[in-house]
């Protein structure tokens, strides 16, 4: 195994994975295979084990996940969703611990509606991403879909807005991350449901 | 501990607050680690159990909970959050033993579009709230947000309507009472259906 | 215990109907304590199980039951709804063997929409009604609601269709019934699917 | 029993799909006892586990299976659907080795509101059912319903895209396909989530 990461710390980062996508799963945020999650192991040099490709995303085992590298090469098990170096981008670009990819209907949906960006204020829901509750317009960013991940990563670097830990692709669905995983899990709610909320409001 | 309220009862307390938490959590209605539960536990002086601040609503446990007196400050626990001073408020003003307060999509979106209160008549479901199914019209209230906990009790206060166990905050959610936590849960089902009943009718 | 029917057939009963209306509560077409369900335990006379008034419709257990009679009249057990009368109504008139009663937004908003009846026309899902699949027209009947259930009985009555196991109640629910507790959740099922389909189509 | 196919194969089978069953009816796309699922046994003759008919799909046991021929004829086991034939018909046309039959509310409304076929596009889920996410038309096929199993099949097959992996059936449901019952799963949950975001979008 690299340098200090471990079978066992890899294993202990699975079944932690497996369990918030065995979440997601549960709210239809992962339909089909879509979808993965990941958590930083090491910072220099950087690597992260992510969820293995192809899986049903809510019957994960602890197994069923990959340690990459900071460009998304696999360093040790299965094959990694190629989104796995838009992960390593992020966790690099945002000192983010865990990052969260989901198909949500609704991210899709508000993606379509507001191509330059879906604009929140006076929710206090904005609270749950650190934001204040009133008279500040928090702005998620909307970027154009690829399937190059280099240019992905540099479309959601240059649209990043730092008062929101997410980002919503285009025709595809939603990236969110956190200090870990479970910071991230709630900063995914919060923006879907504000995301739910701009739906019902139309 | 304070006076009568042993670590015992406090414990109590915080398994049900927990399981009521949970209930709401599974519908959707807690997102992120939003809203919060309390129990009164004495009536002179007053004395709440109140959620604590910053856990998944899914999974607290019985110790996830924090005593604080009729000013919403700890006596007992964690740190809770700011709104238990208006859980106190509640508690004093209208005498319920229970707390509900959530974050729902259909509460924020009906408060955005009826900011002026929302009317309900005619709905066999208005007897879940001991009101009659005909012919009167019942208003559940709508008060402007605030983080000044003080502003938003007298908000409260000056617009609650005694037919209706609970008050929308716009841009916010619902708070919603009852005798026990049964009953604030019960009608925090029957008031949440009713927004979601306005909402399919458009 | 009335006759043939021991305090082990109602408990059995009971049995019964908790796990149904646990079903339909997960549905959220029971909210509050919202909702009744019964079955028919002897035809002459005729005397049927009726859940107990008051209680979380997903936390029934088996002796959450009352024996009612021909006229909604408690026999054994504990304070039934009012609205047994109207379910032993439902049984004398359709010869039905169970009855379930829910409020369903759909069922409501649909009601509003078209209070002369809410029909169905070339769906496959008739056929779990036992209806054609097309060419026929099957209209649900919507009744006036009222707290007299004599005369809800009455409207019941009047408006029923032979072809559909099922009224709306305007402003407050729906009613199925068949011939045993899964026959009337099948087509409760179904009917709730249709009433769904007719809010999605607008 | 039949050639190859023993009682052990046929019950193992119908464990699978009393599985892949119980998790469609919990998203409640099998509501009542609609649709069916089927699983291939044997190419050679062509012999598929077809669920038994009439049964709660979220409570099948691993005997509520037929085995049917090419014919859709049941060769061992209770009575199956009629719509076994259409499920070996499938089969046969696409050399599926599973198909999934469900009724959703997004698939009836989006086939009544484009009964010519419904166009997707520039969406990344598109890659879950293997084609791309960018610049190519993908067309979900709309077939007018039918209760001659013969004639829906020819519709079907006249109909059939061979970049998508799914029918709808106007007025009735979603047929869908795949290798094995569980890429004819992700399959359906692929598609009914494309159906659903363009339910949302309008």
Known sequence: MTADITAQ?????????????????????????SGNLSVVLSREPLLLAVTASGHDKGELTPADVVLVDGQGAAVQGGKPSAEAELHAR????????????VHTVASVTMGHRQPGGIAFRDVEMLKGVGQPAHDVEVVLPVIANSQDMKELGDRLEEARNPLMPAVVVAG???????????????YTEVVEWLLELELARR
């Open 90 to 101: 992020v966790a690099a670009l945002t000192g983010a611990g865990a990052v969260v990819h």
């Open 9 to 33: 710390d890899l294993h202990e980062a699975g079944a932690v994975l497996a369990a918030e996508s065995a979440r997601f799963a549960s709210f239809g945020w992962m339909r089909g295979t």
């Open 172 to 186: 595809h669905g939603l990236y969110v991350w956190g200090a870990d995983p479970r910071q991230a899990r709630h």
